[in-house]
T-cell receptor
Framework: KNEVEQSPQNLTAQEGEFITINCSYSVGISALHWLQQHPGGGIVSLFMLSSGKKKHGRLIATINIQEKHSSLHITASHPRDSAVYICAVRESGSARQLTFGSGTQLTVLP | ETGVTQSPTHLIKTRGQQVTLRCSSQSGHNTVSWYQQALGQGPQFIFQYYREEENGRGNFPPRFSGLQFPNYSSELNVNALELDDSALYLC???????????FGSGTRLTVV
C-alpha cells in the first residue's frame, strides 16, 4: 500500500465546474504539499499545509490532520487548469524529502 | 530569485554508460533533493543533500550517487545505466523545514 493515495486518478470536467481532488496518507506528517505538473515535466508548488485551509485565487486546499486527509478544490475550472495534480507529504521527524502520490490527471474541456 | 535550473533538459544514453545530471539551486537554498519520475507515476525520492552532506536516501542502489557543492548546486550521477533508469529526473531546492520547495523542470533521460 502506498503511503500517499490520491483519487481520482483521472478526472475530466467541463469548463466552469467545481473540481475536488483527494489525498489520503498513512504516516504522521509535518507538512503536505499540493503540486501542479504540466506536460514536459516542470512542477509548480501550489500549497504547503500543516493545518486548516489555504486559498490562492481559484484554488483552495484543506487538510484534516486527525483523518490524514487533504483536498484540493478548483472553482470555476478553466482549460488552462488541465495538468497533473500531485499530493506530497513530508513525514514527521524525517529529513526534508517528500513522499509523493501518483497524481491526478485533470482535463478541463472548453 | 533565479529558480531551480536543471541541465541538460533531454539526454539519450546507452545501457551500461554513465550519466551526470546537474541542478542549480534557487538562490539562498541550502538543501537539494533529487527525484526519479517514471512515466505515469509520482516522483520517487533518490537522495537529499544539506550543506554538502547527504542527509537522506531513498531505495535506490549505490550506482546512484550525488554531490552538493559549496554554492549548493548539485549533481546526480548514475553508473552502469539500465533501461529502467529511463525517467524524468527532478531536482528540488528548499531553505528550511518551514519553507516549501522549488522544483526544476527536470531532465528527461532515455536509456537505449
Amino acid at each position: 500500500k502506498n503511503e500517499v493515495e490520491q483519487s481520482p486518478q483521472n478526472l475530466t470536467a467541463q469548463e466552469g465546474e467545481f473540481i475536488t481532488i483527494n489525498c489520503s496518507y498513512s504516516v504522521g506528517i509535518s507538512a503536505l504539499h499540493w503540486l501542479q505538473q504540466h506536460p514536459g515535466g516542470g512542477i509548480v508548488s501550489l500549497f504547503m499545509l500543516s493545518s486548516g485551509k489555504k486559498k490562492h485565487g481559484r484554488l483552495i486546499a484543506t487538510i484534516n490532520i486527525q483523518e490524514k486527509h487533504s483536498s484540493l478544490h478548483i472553482t470555476a475550472s478553466h482549460p488552462r487548469d488541465s495538468a497533473v495534480y500531485i499530493c506530497a507529504v513530508r513525514e514527521s521527524g524525517s529529513a526534508r524529502q517528500l513522499t509523493f502520490g501518483s497524481g491526478t490527471q485533470l482535463t478541463v474541456l472548453p | 530569485e533565479t529558480g531551480v535550473t536543471q541541465s541538460p533538459t533531454h539526454l539519450i544514453k546507452t545501457r551500461g554508460q554513465q550519466v551526470t545530471l546537474r541542478c542549480s539551486s534557487q538562490s539562498g537554498h541550502n538543501t537539494v533533493s533529487w527525484y526519479q519520475q517514471a512515466l505515469g507515476q509520482g516522483p520517487q525520492f533518490i537522495f537529499q543533500y544539506y550543506r554538502e552532506e547527504e542527509n537522506g536516501r531513498g531505495n535506490f542502489p549505490p550506482r546512484f550517487s550525488g554531490l552538493q557543492f559549496p554554492n549548493y548546486s548539485s549533481e546526480l550521477n548514475v553508473n552502469a545505466l539500465e533501461l529502467d533508469d529511463s525517467a524524468l529526473y527532478l531536482c528540488a531546492s528548499s531553505l528550511d523545514l518551514s519553507y516549501g520547495y522549488t522544483f526544476g523542470s527536470g531532465t528527461r533521460l532515455t536509456v537505449v
